[in-house]
């Protein structure tokens, strides 16, 4: 029988949840959303063809473990194909592959190990002793940058006390406060955004 789907796997971290020890916090549960304290959120990975315009072929929304390990099934037929993979999540800067990627069952595409696995070197350092590397944090309403529109996202909720799994948490602890805007004004005063093909 042939099989009718592929596992692949991408590993990849986020700066403001990352809490030492290679592992990011457990946003999602210390948030109410979710009761496991094996997940951290959720990510969004996609499959993009490797010749320009780079279209986008899939995408699955799919959680995130502390560690950054997100595991998702994709269609067969999408086996052994050269694909860009890309990933987002919901406050931080995207990342994508730096070449395309043969797809393979059981693959694991890492993004932690090395910047050089991103395209343009466009992941943070997040632990200098492990030399782990994750995304940027501060991309709020996900335009691909850090920037002043993001500020204003964060001032408004920060002004009204807000709180909750809120996109504004850069740093998942609950509420948008002061510790959130100190990583967008480093992001931003690097002008941190999305690096692709």
Same mark, same amino acid.
């Given at each position: 029988?042939?099989?009718?789907?592929?596992?692949?796997?991408?590993?990849? $971290?986020?700066?403001?949840?990352? &809490?030492?020890?290679?592992?990011?916090?457990?946003? +999602?549960?210390?948030?109410? #959303?979710?009761?496991?304290?094996?997940?951290? /959120?959720?990510?969004? #990975?996609? $499959?993009?063809?490797? #010749?320009?315009?780079?279209?986008? !072929?899939?995408?699955?929304?799919?959680?995130?473990? +502390? %560690?950054?390990?997100?595991? $998702?099934?994709?269609? %067969?037929? +999408? %086996?052994?194909?050269?694909?860009?993979? &890309?990933?987002?999540?919901?406050?931080? !800067?995207?990342?994508?592959? &730096?070449?395309?990627?043969? !797809?393979?069952?059981? +693959? $694991?595409? /890492?993004?932690?190990?090395?910047?050089?696995?991103?395209?343009?070197?466009?992941?943070?350092?997040?632990?200098?002793?492990?030399?782990?590397?994750?995304?940027?944090?501060?991309?709020?309403?996900?335009?691909? !940058?850090?920037?002043?529109?993001?500020?204003?996202?964060?001032?408004?909720?920060?002004?009204?006390?807000? %709180?909750?799994?809120?996109?504004?948490?850069?740093?998942?602890?609950? #509420?948008?406060?002061?510790?959130?805007?100190?990583?967008?004004?480093?992001?931003?005063?690097?002008?941190?955004?999305?690096?692709?093909?």
């Amino acid at each position: 029988m042939v099989p009718t789907t592929a596992n692949i796997s991408v590993k990849c $971290l986020m700066e403001g949840y990352y &809490s030492g020890s290679g592992l990011m916090a457990p946003v +999602l549960n210390m948030q109410g #959303v979710s009761t496991s304290l094996t997940v951290a /959120d959720s990510v969004t #990975v996609r $499959l993009h063809q490797a #010749v320009s315009p780079y279209n986008e !072929i899939f995408m699955a929304k799919v959680a995130t473990e +502390l %560690a950054g390990n997100a595991s $998702l099934v994709i269609p %067969a037929n +999408l %086996a052994n194909g050269n694909f860009f993979i &890309s990933v987002s999540h919901r406050n931080s !800067i995207g990342v994508w592959s &730096s070449t395309p990627v043969q !797809i393979t069952n059981n +693959l $694991l595409y /890492d993004f932690t190990l090395s910047p050089s696995n991103s395209f343009g070197n466009n992941v943070q350092l997040v632990d200098p002793l492990l030399m782990r590397y994750g995304l940027f944090s501060g991309d709020i309403n996900q335009d691909g !940058i850090v920037d002043g529109l993001d500020y204003n996202d964060w001032e408004s909720d920060a002004n009204n006390f807000g %709180a909750g799994f809120i996109s504004t948490d850069l740093n998942g602890d609950g #509420v948008a406060d002061g510790l959130d805007y100190n990583l967008f004004e480093v992001n931003n005063n690097n002008f941190a955004g999305v690096v692709q093909p």
